[in-house]
């Protein structure tokens, strides 16, 4: 949350070591959403309404400037229940202590076709037809998925609506719901405490099949329920937040520069043994300004522009050529911390292979069977990070280019397959599609940052996003080359190459008080 001139960032963390458990909030401050100064636990364990945990939650800020989170606890019989904390001290401004409502939990697993430990997540608040707040919370409803509903006029004592925001019966759980409102093409951030626009549609995000997922729809406010533009029932083909490894995501909006913010988490996928030798385990990944596209149908993500502010010295390269085979190195940036920007302009679209429909239902599949060194009429082309002398370690982020009836489709890869010669590491090949209308932007734009193990790829304007975990051991001593290529036999021109060394930001350093 953005609050008096401070970000928040609350996150779950194991204060006795880098293995799950004993979950706690850790909190810590910012003022850039970079450089990151920790506190002390926000809200702990210690009374019995969340005494076997504080899983996840939201913040909500009321009129008057008054501040609320809401999150849920596991009792002693391990229910998931609802608990609410205000701060105890407005004056303080880094807010670092916390005051546990005397009725907690407000919202407790009850009524007709509840799980009790399948009941959690509670949204930021937004306002309702009737004036009074409303939150959505996870939960698992005769079997389906849900987004419950419940209304409050004080934030403080709840009650259940009689039907769910939104349920589903293609899963049986969503978990980290997140309910917002978007206006198509305005890259602009709209705030649920305030009054929406009636152009404004609504998106519903949630956590499910380790990954997250989202609908675009309207938020009625006859039958106080979201009804999306379009309905889905193979949850395979839902739209994704991002492509890779991220996860049970939270947006707020930023009042500061007027915008909404998306932030994930991404979980370490060497061994636990690792994150016991490391002291630590899991990141989150860049924040992102998160906006809906002008034919209101997809989201579009973007690195937030404070991350720029750690760009060191500029390589900047015009007018390349990649003909098939085609490998440009990029020299002169920290290939361990960089940001790469790169666009791709196609000399013809004659050559597109057809797109096959049934490549949605397991794009990572595909990505393995079409990977980076496998020729296609346009493609493969794009970025190789964090590659050794020999190219025996590698990691390729990489687009083809399929013509489907009325459009093109281009699919995105993040190919993890030979980054580590390590073994026992998790490395798919992750990969998205998207669509594009190449005869009207005939560029296709890749940016990736590289951050030691953290390699996340923004593909055509944020159209696609992919975030990966890498471990090379190859190029850990040496020195990583880093190279731009096509492997299609359509020659694919460069007219813009920009790559820039990444100072490192201060995140958590102890002592930073």
């Not at 809200?43 to 899983?55: A, K, L």
């Not at 006029?153 to 899963?171: E, I, M, Q």
């Not at 720029?308 to 020299?331: A, D, M, T, V, Y």
Request: with cysteine; aromatic share 10%; glycine share 10%.
């Amino acid at each position: 949350m953005y609050y008096n001139g401070i970000y928040h960032e609350f996150y779950q963390y194991n204060p006795n070591g880098s293995v799950w458990g004993n979950i706690v909030w850790g909190h810590s401050v910012s003022t850039d959403l970079i450089n990151w100064i920790p506190l002390e636990a926000a809200i702990e364990r210690d009374t019995p309404s969340d005494i076997n945990g504080c899983w996840t939650g939201s913040a909500t800020i009321l009129p008057g400037n008054r501040l609320v989170i809401i999150y849920t606890g596991a009792d002693p019989e391990k229910r998931q229940v609802q608990n609410i904390v205000v701060p105890k001290n407005l004056s303080d401004p880094y807010l670092r202590e916390w005051t546990k409502a005397g009725n907690n939990p407000v919202i407790q697993p009850v009524g007709p076709g509840l799980n009790s430990g399948q009941f959690r997540d509670p949204t930021t608040g937004w306002i309702g037809p009737d004036g009074l707040w409303r939150i959505a919370v996870g939960a698992e409803l005769n079997g389906d998925s849900a987004a419950l509903l419940y209304k409050s006029k004080d934030f403080l004592n709840w009650t259940r609506v009689d039907h769910p925001l939104y349920s589903s019966n293609s899963s049986s759980m969503w978990e980290c719901p997140d309910f917002f409102a978007v206006l198509p093409g305005n890259s602009g951030g709209l705030d649920l405490s305030a009054a929406i626009p009636n152009a404004a549609k609504h998106v519903l995000k949630m956590s499910l099949d380790s990954c997250d997922k989202y609908m675009i729809g309207v938020y009625d406010l006859k039958s106080d329920t979201f009804i999306p533009d379009t309905v889905l029932d193979d949850r395979r083909l839902w739209s994704r937040i991002d492509y890779g490894n991220f996860y049970a995501s939270k947006s707020f909006f930023d009042s500061k520069k007027g915008r909404r913010i998306i932030w994930g988490w991404t979980n370490e996928t060497d061994s636990s043994s690792d994150d016991v030798a490391k002291g630590w385990a899991g990141i989150h990944a860049i924040p992102r300004t998160i906006w809906l596209d002008s034919h209101g149908k997809q989201l579009l993500q973007w690195p937030v522009e404070e991350v720029e502010s750690l760009r060191g010295n500029e390589i900047n390269h015009q007018g390349l050529e990649l003909k098939k085979g085609g490998l440009f190195e990029i020299k002169g940036a920290d290939s361990f911390q960089a940001d790469v920007e790169i666009d791709f302009e196609l000399t013809s679209i004659d050559k597109a292979d057809p797109f096959d429909p049934s490549w949605l239902l397991d794009v990572e599949k595909h990505c393995r069977e079409a990977g980076a060194s496998v020729n296609g009429g346009i493609g493969p082309f794009g970025l190789v990070v964090l590659a050794s002398d020999n190219m025996e370690e590698h990691t390729a982020v990489h687009f083809r280019v399929y013509k489907s009836e009325q459009k093109y489709m281009i699919l995105m890869c993040s190919d993890l397959r030979s980054s580590s010669l390590r073994p026992g590491l998790y490395t798919p090949a992750y990969g998205g599609f998207f669509e594009y209308d190449l005869e009207k932007e005939k560029k296709i734009s890749l940016r990736t940052l590289i951050d030691r193990s953290a390699v996340e790829s923004f593909g055509g304007g944020g159209r696609a996003c992919i975030m990966a975990r890498v471990y090379p051991v190859a190029v850990v001593d040496g020195v990583a080359h880093m190279y731009a290529f096509n492997n299609g036999s359509t020659t694919v021109r460069v007219p813009q190459l920009r790559a820039w060394s990444m100072r490192r930001a201060q995140v958590n350093v102890k002592g930073m008080e």
